[in-house]
């Protein structure tokens, strides 16, 4: 009775704090809930397409070439062309389920900070309970109902807030890979009621730490006036067995490193290693209070200008009472570290697309179809007869992609390009060769020098691998980046070995055009008008391409948006409740003299000082997050993806961290300049 | 002219018939270098009286003027600006800035306005109140009475016009009490302040140049006891003259 009676109470008069933590489990709830839904429903999708699914390949007829290798030294070492893309793909999905959870745990972060304080702040009214006869558990019965009101209105909020959501998303295009459109959505509800009620749990959680230390408090000591109590408050600083213990967890995991990764699939070594970088993460969050003191003091002298009352206020503040900000600048520091990490990501795939350009696609025009269209050289006749012309066969289905072209017009097509080093190696191709891209040659475990064995469905040959190259030979396909990289070049003299499986020379053109700089919208003018032929320049092709990465990792984007707003949330939440601690400093400071306007600066400085560091700390976290995701994206897809941090990353990092606490902090910094001091400042 | 006049000042708190009317038309002068006490029960409208003087908050009707400058004339602006440059306020809860020590604490009127902190004369303002060896110290190193005794350096550190004491001697012991009361006596003099201070105890107010009664929200002026007549016995007498 007297349980619900003070829970209603003491949520609605923190409302503020009440709805931060409704937020906290709401948003958080509804991104897992959101990411759950796009992925099932983006596995449902890309279980019945053949280009998505390599267990449909598996039919018992011939339905592609033969490719066997036979490498020259050492031990056949191929890897199962069936998994590759597909694990690929399951990397981005654990990636993005684990990736969602930053939204929960930001939004835990919330929860288990504002039960903190604000069971601390009625400690008083927790002593007067106890001095008035209220049991323990009446008083643990209290707070218990509040977080269980809290994390359950929280989850149904977030379960509910999760299906618009996800029809957004799904109709805005997103999905967990990038690769299909979700048409119509099929939620998996039971999954989602399970993630709503850990939602709620993390509530329930968060009330224990908080309870268990008011249940101990001294009464008699509590219910004396505070002016009365002399015992000077030492901060909670890290111990020194936790500093230890996280150097000496990374160098042992270190040594084990290259056992697991190599008795582990690449699935599992990904989890393994992301699920250590997100205990890394809630390792460094204990490290935060005493970094947010030392190096924010250190800052805070360096950095902060502004009027001198405010500048020392704040130093002071950092240095003596850091770990109370350190929630926010632990969130600001994960949402933005996760946020770098995931642009350097973004960005190494896209300077690999803009290397990969350089090499195969720049200077070229391609012209390809998405129904097998063939163009005869009787079609060609339009064209400008300076614009060279290779024409390629259609590929031979999936994982074994093969084509063929003549070798003296890839000879002539690579000339044109004025590339020595595409000239050098087109002019390698013939009857007996074969020029492999670099992903196919990983994939058969072949290098340049080594043979390869093309067996159709009534005869085979063995061909020499002259050249392991992206320079010459590619085309577009439609499908899988990765899959259009993945090819063996043939010459059209050994086409009958691929013939029952693909088109014939002319499925494919790729042009260039010796005389520089080609017109090559006039070019395509005089090329015969069919159904889905595409026409496109290679530097099309390349911006198009960066413009898919971007798609494709817009679920990430999705993800950061809302744990950036639940940081802010937080940020909002911990300057309010900063400012009721603080009510009777602040009223002292305007009855010394400072206006409104100061005191409204005071607090816009103390955000901005949230996020310039938790923007300082990202960065620096962010670094070695990106260089392991690289290196995770190497090991997985095997794509020349090189660490590269552009400057402005660092700048726009720390800005938007600042912007975003700054922004979070105005609500606080009007409430603390409208503040009645008269009251606050007279009485203890 | 009086550093601080006060005329016909009503102050009504709540709405409706939660209604409560604290001052029904006050009225008090405090001249340069008098120090003026100012008794009566809890709930009397004291400390109402004592922020209006202050500009922390705003009269209902009649006017507050501050070295002739009317309060009502200005906005929270101009009252924060005349609150810091020419008001001193000292506390019964001592009210230091946890955060800073205690010779911050009196730099921060200082740093409020903006000047460059003058650490002499605050070292001197600490040495006045005899806490010049503490002036390292945090305030949650102090007791409740250095505590006020650096409240104190700090009202007094850019010597304000006007003094304004809420029961400074509320919280601390009888001895460190007198020697608050010394203390402001001495700076008074020293300085020609004004200074309205808010007590309940008999013995500080004796120690006052006039003390005035309020009860029910007024003074009445026929109540004041000053010059030679003020003594403990006669403050009690007044007190239980007025029933309070």
Known sequence: MIGNFLARKNLLSDRFATVCMVLGVALGTATVNVVLALDSNTRRVESTEWSTNPDLTAESAQTTIGLIPQPKNGPLNTLDPTKETHEDYQVMRSAIRLGSLSAFLVGALIVFFSLAVVIERRKREVALLRSLGASRRQIAGVFVREALWVGIIGAIVGFVLSVPLTWMAAAAGITTTGRSRIGWIWFPWRDMIAVSSIGALTALLGVIPPVRQILRLDVTQTLRPGFLESKHERPPRTSGTTLIVLPFSLLLYGLMRPFFREVLPSLAFFVLEAGLVVLALLGLLVLVPDLTRFIGGLIGRAVVRGPRAARLLIVRRVEKQGHEMAWSVGGVMLVFALLLSLHISTHALKQEVVRFGERATRRYAFVYSQYDTVLSPAALAGLDPAVKVARFSGRTPWPNAVLAVRHDELLEVARATGRENATAIAAKLDDKSVILSTLMARRLGLVEGDALTLASTDRSRTLQVVAVTDDVGFVPVIGPYRNGKTYALIDAANFDLIQPFAHDLGAALVLADPRGEADWKAIFRALPRRNALIKQSGEAFEALRIEETDRDFVVFDVILALTTLLAAVGIANQLVLAVHGRRREIALLRVLGMTASQIQTMLLFEGAFVGLLGGGLAVVLGLPLGYGSLAALRVVSAFDVRFELPPEYVFITIGAAVVLAMAAALHPARQAAAARSAESVHYE | ?244
């Open chain 2, 1 to 244: 002219m009086a550093v601080l006049s006060v005329r016909g000042v009503t102050q009504s708190y709540g709405l409706g018939e939660a209604k409560i009317a604290v001052l029904r038309g006050v009225d008090l002068d405090v001249e340069a270098g008098e120090l003026c006490a100012v008794m009566g029960p809890s709930g009397a409208g004291k400390s109402t009286l004592l922020h209006l003087a202050a500009g922390l908050d705003v009269p209902d009707a009649g006017a507050i003027e501050v070295l002739g400058t009317k309060l009502g004339s200005l906005d929270d602006q101009g009252r924060t600006l005349l609150r810091r440059d020419r008001i001193g306020i000292v506390y019964q809860f001592f009210n230091l800035v946890s955060n800073l020590t205690a010779l911050e604490n009196v730099l921060l009127p200082f740093m409020i306005a903006e000047l460059e902190p003058d650490v002499a004369a605050a070292e001197r303002a600490l040495d006045r109140v005899g806490m010049g060896a503490r002036k390292k110290h945090l305030p949650a190193q102090l007791s409740g009475g250095e505590m006020q005794l650096v409240s104190i350096a700090r009202a007094i550190v850019r010597a304000p016009a006007l003094v304004l004491a809420d029961e400074p001697t509320g919280n601390v012991n009888v001895a460190t009490g007198r020697r608050i009361l010394t203390l402001l006596r001495e700076v008074l003099k020293e300085t020609r302040s004004a200074m309205m201070m808010v007590t309940h105890n008999p013995e500080d107010a004796a120690r006052a140049d006039r003390v005035v009664f309020m009860k029910d929200g007024v003074i009445p002026s026929e109540s004041a006891v000053l010059g030679p007549d003020i003594d403990v016995a006669r403050i009690h007498e007044r007190l239980r003259e007025l029933g309070i």
